[in-house]
């Protein structure tokens, strides 16, 4: 009784630790095992097989509830990492330390499964653990389907499909908020952003890609609590900004990271040294990108959303005497330091960042007799676009990117003739002089 009691009073103001479903049987429900990826069926199978609960969950039964295609599917179960791995042999890795679970390859396709969750608390073992500041940093205590079900982030998340008879267990009405096109924290939303500040992006990621509303109570939170987002690894940080800015909505998850005040936390030199217009431009242009099924490079948007923070140093470093191309390269290493802090960039992708800087200049003043050998550098075609953006965006680039246009266009003895044009301008073989963007724009 007292020991009830005392759980009670520690637990006052927590999410419930298990909630129970609403079973949707599968004549009352859209969702049929042909539009669930056939290796996703043959891992839930095994495991059915095998004696365990299996179930398809998250965005793979949330998508198809909707009318969109998901762009992976998930499988809960009770089978634990280690029994998932006796099942399927070779074909599975465990891995996470954070987030312990198992991977099942079939062929070039991979599948996560997760074995059911429970919350813990300060008094967990090492299987779980909390930090003082309510911040988990293990997850691995197992638990049971309803248990698992309460740790979800979003009621629309929280729909699992058993492959035991194709029913939908539905434990924090999702369905429901599905129908309304809201985003509901299941349980107190700020305590569940204390627990994983991560959830103040995934909010915002799925109100972006799914448009739904955040749900008042859900939304209300963010802005107060966006600093948490600091503590978060950078690498960790890294992987969240990937997937909101190279989904193709970034048009929607921009505008809605700076208003909720998450832009800063994640960008904060950038969000100094704001260039709003190429941001957009650069949003849409990758979308467009994405819906073209064509391929963008992580490096790209890290170029728009630091450029000003680059010219910035760069402004600084000249007045302070450094020489143009130095200047360049100090002010790109200085600026991709300082994001690395917050999200940890991959050496490869700031080198692609770096490249698209110092080609600008080398774009907008191009010595004649280079014109052919930057237009052969590999990072040419990303620095061409880039100079593009800043254009459509008012920045004083001298029209070189219609110049690059039109040169690409031409046949050689226009080129030729381009080039020439280039010359006259400057004097003869020597570098033209044009007026450079002195200044950060900062529409
Ligand atoms: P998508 O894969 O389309 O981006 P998703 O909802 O499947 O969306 P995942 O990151 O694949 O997102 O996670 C799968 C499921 O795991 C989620 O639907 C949610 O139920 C749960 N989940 C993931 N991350 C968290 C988190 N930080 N806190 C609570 N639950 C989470
Ligand atoms: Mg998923």
Wanted: with cysteine; glycine share 6%.
């Amino acid at each position: 009784m007292l020991k009830t009691w005392v759980n009670r009073w520690r637990n006052r103001g927590k999410p419930p630790t298990r909630l129970d479903p609403v079973i949707i049987p599968r004549d009352q429900h859209p969702i049929s095992r042909r539009q669930i990826s056939s290796v996703a069926v043959k891992t839930l199978y095994r495991l059915h097989d095998a004696g365990y609960q299996a179930f398809l969950i998250g965005g793979g039964v949330r998508d198809l509830l909707i009318g969109i295609m998901p762009k992976d599917f998930d499988i809960a179960t009770d089978a634990t990492p280690e029994e998932v791995k006796a099942l399927f042999g070779n074909q599975c890795q465990v891995i996470g330390r954070r987030f312990r679970l198992a991977h099942v390859r079939w062929g070039r396709e991979i599948i996560e499964v997760a074995t059911f969750r429970a919350n813990h608390d300060e008094a967990a073992s090492h299987q779980g653990g909390i930090n003082d500041d309510g911040l988990i940093i293990r997850d691995n205590v197992w638990g049971c389907i309803e248990e698992d079900a309460a740790r979800r982030d979003f009621t629309i998340n929280a729909i699992y499909y058993n492959i035991a008879d194709f029913s939908l267990w539905d434990f924090a009405n999702g369905s429901a908020d599905i129908e309304n096109r809201i985003i509901r924290m299941i349980g107190d939303p700020e305590l569940r952003y204390r627990e994983d500040p991560v959830r103040m992006l995934r909010a915002i990621r799925f109100a972006a890609k799914l448009d739904f509303d955040i749900e008042p109570r859900t939304a209300h939170p963010i802005p107060l609590l966006a600093e948490l987002l600091s503590d978060i690894s950078p690498h960790r940080m890294y992987d969240e900004c990937q997937k909101l800015l190279s989904a193709g909505y970034a048009t929607y998850v921009l505008p809605l990271l700076q208003d909720y005040g998450l832009f800063e936390t994640l960008f904060p030199q950038a969000a100094k040294f704001p260039c709003q217009q190429l941001w957009m431009l650069t949003a849409r242009n990758t979308d467009q990108r994405i819906a073209d099924d064509k391929n963008i490079h992580p490096a790209f948007f890290l170029s728009a959303l630091l450029w000003g923070d680059v010219q910035n140093h760069f402004n600084t470093l000249i007045a302070s005497g450094m020489p143009r191309v130095p200047a360049w390269q100090k002010a790109s290493q200085l600026a991709l330091t300082r994001q690395h802090a917050r999200t940890a960039i991959p050496r490869h992708i700031g080198q692609v960042a770096r490249e698209i800087w110092e080609l600008q200049e080398r774009l907008q003043t191009p010595r004649p007799r280079q014109v052919e050998l930057l237009a052969q550098n590999p990072r040419f075609r990303a620095a061409y676009d880039f100079l593009l953006l800043r254009e459509q965006a008012g920045e004083a680039t001298n029209d070189m990117g219609a110049w690059w246009t039109r040169w690409q266009g031409a046949d050689p003895g226009l080129q030729a003739e381009m080039v020439r044009g280039l010359t006259d301008v400057g004097g003869k073989g020597k570098r033209p002089r044009r007026k450079r963007t002195a200044k950060v724009s900062s529409q």
